[in-house]
């Protein structure tokens, strides 16, 4: 992690922009859990959760902005996600803007991974999964594989607003594990080594507006409609 990041001690929240932009893509339903891990000082939460009648409940590891957002959240942990225990399959909205960096303890891996690793088995199978990201982390295997086998319908958009060259990616998590082909993972890896500048060239079937700041680069299946297929705020 960069020295400015672990002064902000990962910090970088989705802006509320983006927030907004993503409540589009989802149908409300009577009610649902959402789950963000980083949840900073839970504004990017709170938008999507009030606006698909979820409640929200996050992790967040600085004392401030804990305090911050357990004004905006109905449940907050001031602890590290790692150390923090929820029982699986009970979120049924999984938002994930994790730090970018490696795990400095174990294998060295990144940390964008752990995060995802560690939190899919909450999400509900069926749930949808939020995933802000590094463009290039689509290009490494271990991310892309498990993207791929715990995932379906996965749609990427650029994310606007930012000089971190990110990612959205929304998906929705298998109803059964899927042990994924050799192709599917190397069209998820695929996408991380494309160049910004040819995005929409090598996917202009693809290329279309989120409210004209939000641009879909490429999807593993053809899914129907995002807003038809992500009425995922199940009652629980």
Same mark, same amino acid.
């Given at each position: ?69 357990? !004004? ?9 996600? &790692? ?9 049924? /909205? /999984? ?5 970018? &960096? ?11 991974? !752990?995060? /995802? ?14 995933? $802000? ?20 319908? $996965? ?56 409210? &004209? &700041?939000?641009? $879909? ?20």
């Amino acid at each position: 992690m960069r020295p400015p990041a672990i002064e902000r001690m990962g910090f970088y929240p989705t802006s509320t922009n983006v927030a907004h932009l993503l409540k589009t893509y989802f149908a409300p339903a009577e009610s649902g859990r959402l789950l963000d891990p980083c949840a900073g000082e839970g504004t990017a939460a709170s938008i999507l959760a009030k606006a698909l009648n979820c409640q929200a409940w996050g992790a967040e590891l600085s004392p401030v902005r804990a305090v911050l957002a357990v !004004e905006k959240m109905e449940r907050v942990f001031n602890a590290p996600w &790692s150390s923090c225990h929820l029982t699986n399959e009970s979120i049924t /909205l /999984l938002f994930l803007n994790p730090p970018y &960096s490696h795990d400095r303890l174990g294998e060295q891996k990144r940390l964008e991974l !752990e995060f /995802l690793k560690a939190t899919t088995p909450k999400l509900v199978r069926g749930g949808a999964l939020v995933y $802000i990201v590094p463009h290039r982390l689509l290009a490494d295997l271990d991310v892309a594989t498990h993207l791929a086998g715990y995932y379906e319908a $996965i749609t990427v958009y650029r994310y606007p607003e930012t000089g971190f060259d990110q990612v959205v990616l929304l998906a929705t998590k298998r109803l059964k594990y899927k042990m994924p082909s050799g192709e599917e993972v190397g069209q998820v890896q695929a996408w991380g080594w494309l160049p910004g500048d040819s995005w929409q060239a090598g996917f202009s079937r693809w290329i279309a507006p989120l409210q &004209s &700041s939000l641009d $879909i680069i490429a999807e593993l299946d053809d899914p129907s409609d995002l807003y038809a297929r992500c009425n995922l705020c199940v009652g629980l």
